[in-house]
């Protein structure tokens, strides 16, 4: 018999390379939730005729990441869950590890979000990005333990451990809320652990566990400035910055950000460099409604309660 009261939510978009072999790692382990982002191949059509048991919630426009582990997330806290996995289309977990997540929360009740350790898609290495998290300026032990061959211990507290699979209990969600909607796609994992850690919960690592992603590592060519691209990045990584309610001057760090946007702005007029000045004063208008949506953000986002859940 399936343990129902732990749901599997995984948002999918164009998934038809994977969906298979990451269903096939969770559906005999839990009722599973697909939110799709308006998948343009064969991936709704795929899942429907395979797997019939799997709970399909399509959208009419791509919600982006954040948004659509909500709809899952939610849809599975109406359905009374008890835990929630969070894994990407473009991975898929060792056999027989949901309940085993399980019985580590419920051994570890002040961790909040528990991720087994990421591999690469064949699992013969470690998921390069993982390997950062758990280096020795973030835990001097997981390293170590492994290598001295010393007793391993069952958790690893982390920083932070990106949610390509993310096992979870929902008095996470009741006491941190979901994704914060001012992400779209990047940055919102980020800022969901920088809350777990605020509202004093912790992250960890199981030893004994394993998760395989179809990841490459990203390649950050030049990006010129004042570009979509330029913008795009500039809006999630400032929101991860000055969302951070962990970051207690903020308000001063954005003042100075905006004074120095302001100067290159009259710099540029002054060289009658036009096309530039008018993308500094974008930039500028940008910092100045970024001040607005984090202000509302960080007041949210301290306070207890399943806010973007319901």
């Not at 979000?113 to 013969?124: R, V």
């Not at 199981?206 to 992603?213: E, G, K, Q």
């Not at 500039?234 to 910055?241: C, F």
């Amino acid at each position: 018999m399936k343990p129902f009261n732990i749901y599997t939510v995984i948002v999918t978009y164009n998934g038809i390379k994977w969906i298979k072999e990451c269903l096939d790692s969770v559906v005999e382990q839990s009722k599973v939730v697909v939110v799709d982002n308006l998948s343009t191949d064969a991936t709704v059509s795929f899942i429907k005729e395979h797997y019939k048991d799997v709970i399909v919630i399509e959208q009419s426009v791509n919600q982006g990441f954040g948004k659509g582990n909500n709809i899952g997330i939610k849809y599975a806290l109406d359905n009374n869950a008890d835990y929630i996995l969070l894994i990407n289309q473009d991975a898929k977990l060792k056999e027989n590890s949901l309940e085993k997540l399980k019985k580590l929360s419920e051994q570890n009740p002040d961790f909040g979000i528990i991720s087994p350790i990421h591999c690469d898609w064949s699992g013969k290495f470690l998921e390069s990005s993982f390997s950062k998290y758990v280096n020795y300026k973030f835990n001097k032990d997981f390293y170590s333990d492994f290598v001295l061959q010393k007793p391993k211990q069952s958790l690893y507290q982390v920083p932070f451990i990106a949610a390509a699979c993310w096992f979870l209990p929902m008095s996470t969600f009741k006491k941190v809320g979901g994704f914060d909607p001012i992400f779209f796609h990047l940055g919102e994992d980020v800022n969901f652990a920088q809350r777990v850690i605020f509202h004093g919960l912790k992250i960890g690592v199981s030893a004994d566990l394993f998760v395989s992603h179809d990841t490459k590592d990203r390649v950050y060519e030049h990006i010129e400035r004042f570009s979509d691209a330029y913008f795009y990045r500039l809006n999630y990584r400032e929101k991860i910055l000055f969302a951070d309610i962990n970051f207690k001057n903020w308000k001063r760090k954005l003042k100075h950000k905006k004074s120095q946007v302001f100067k290159d702005a009259l710099f540029l007029l002054m060289q009658l460099k036009l096309k530039k000045f008018f993308g500094a004063t974008k930039e500028y208008r940008f910092y100045k409604n970024l001040e607005i949506e984090c202000s509302k953000s960080r007041v949210l986002n301290k306070t207890i309660g399943s806010h973007y859940l319901n």
